[in-house]
C-alpha cells in the first residue's frame, strides 16, 4: 500500500468515525428528548390521578357526613328506650350535634347526649367506627370531665359509640375503652352489651 492510500484510508475512517459520533450524538439527544416527553407526560398523569383522587376523598367526605347524619337519626329516636332496657332512666335528651365551649373555645363536639341527675352518656355517631374514634372519643371524655368538673357538675360520665359499620375488633377496643357499643340490627340501632361487660365512668 502506497503512502497515498494510507493516507485516504486514514481520512476515510477518520470522517467515518465523525459521522458515527454525529449519529450517536443525534440518537442520544433523542432519546433525551423522548425521554423528557415521557417524563412531562408521566408527571401530567399522576398530576390528573392526584386530582381526581382530591375529588374522590373530598365527595366521599360530604357523603360520609351525610351518612353520618343519617346513623344519628336512626340511633337518636329510640336510644333513650334501648338504655332504660339495661337499667338506665334518662330524661332528658339532646338529639342534635352541639358544640360545648368554654371562654370562646370549643371543648368538644357531642353528637347526642343523655342525662339525668345523676348520670350523662356522651354518643358519638359514625357511619364507619374505626380504633382512632375510639382513642379520639375517649379524649374527648376526659375534655368533658375537666369541663363539668370546672362547672361543679360531678354527674358521673359514660360513653357510647354506635356506627352503622362496626367491626368486631373495633368494638372490642370500644369496650376495652369502657364504652357501651351501638350497632345496626336491621333498620334499627341496638345497644350490644355482652356479658362481664363493665363501662367505665369518667
Same mark, same amino acid.
Given at each position: 500500500?502506497?503512502?497515498?492510500?494510507?493516507?485516504?484510508?486514514?481520512?476515510?475512517?477518520?470522517?467515518?468515525?465523525?459521522?458515527?459520533?454525529?449519529?450517536?450524538?443525534?440518537? /442520544?439527544?433523542?432519546?433525551?428528548?423522548?425521554?423528557?416527553?415521557?417524563?412531562?407526560?408521566?408527571?401530567?398523569?399522576? #398530576?390528573?390521578?392526584? /386530582?381526581? #383522587?382530591?375529588?374522590?376523598?373530598?365527595?366521599?367526605?360530604?357523603?360520609?357526613?351525610?351518612?353520618?347524619e343519617v346513623v344519628e337519626h336512626l340511633v337518636a329516636p329510640g336510644i333513650?328506650?334501648?338504655?332504660?332496657?339495661?337499667?338506665?332512666?334518662?330524661?332528658?335528651?339532646?338529639?342534635? /350535634?352541639?358544640?360545648?365551649?368554654?371562654?370562646?373555645?370549643?371543648? #368538644?363536639?357531642?353528637?347526642?347526649?343523655?342525662?339525668?341527675?345523676?348520670?350523662?352518656?356522651?354518643?358519638?355517631?359514625?357511619?364507619?367506627?374505626?380504633?382512632?374514634?375510639?382513642?379520639?372519643?375517649?379524649?374527648?371524655?376526659?375534655?368533658? /370531665?375537666?369541663?363539668?368538673?370546672?362547672?361543679?357538675?360531678?354527674?358521673?360520665?359514660?360513653?357510647?359509640?354506635?356506627?352503622?359499620?362496626?367491626? #368486631?375488633?373495633?368494638?372490642?377496643?370500644?369496650?376495652?375503652?369502657?364504652?357501651?357499643?351501638?350497632?345496626?340490627?336491621?333498620?334499627?340501632?341496638?345497644?350490644?352489651?355482652?356479658?362481664?361487660?363493665?363501662?367505665?365512668?369518667?
Open positions: 500500500m502506497t503512502m497515498e492510500k494510507m493516507w485516504e484510508y486514514f481520512h476515510a475512517n477518520v470522517e467515518r468515525s465523525e459521522r458515527e459520533r454525529e449519529e450517536d450524538r443525534k440518537l /442520544r439527544e433523542e432519546e433525551h428528548r423522548l425521554r423528557k416527553e415521557e417524563l412531562a407526560e408521566l408527571r401530567e398523569i399522576v #398530576a390528573e390521578n392526584t /386530582r381526581r #383522587a382530591e375529588k374522590i376523598d373530598e365527595g366521599m367526605g360530604k357523603l360520609g357526613i351525610r351518612f353520618g333513650r328506650d334501648s338504655f332504660e332496657g339495661h337499667g338506665f332512666l334518662f330524661d332528658m335528651k339532646s338529639a342534635r /350535634r352541639r358544640k360545648i365551649k368554654e371562654g370562646g373555645k370549643v371543648v #368538644a363536639e357531642v353528637d347526642l347526649l343523655l342525662e339525668n341527675d345523676e348520670e350523662m352518656m356522651i354518643v358519638e355517631v359514625k357511619a364507619r367506627v374505626s380504633s382512632d374514634d375510639v382513642r379520639e372519643h375517649a379524649a374527648r371524655m376526659e375534655r368533658l /370531665r375537666g369541663y363539668f368538673d370546672r362547672r361543679g357538675d360531678g354527674r358521673r360520665l359514660m360513653g357510647a359509640i354506635a356506627g352503622a359499620v362496626f367491626w #368486631a375488633g373495633d368494638r372490642i377496643a370500644a369496650r376495652k375503652a369502657g364504652f357501651f357499643t351501638i350497632t345496626q340490627s336491621g333498620d334499627t340501632m341496638e345497644i350490644d352489651v355482652p356479658e362481664g361487660f363493665e363501662p367505665r365512668a369518667w
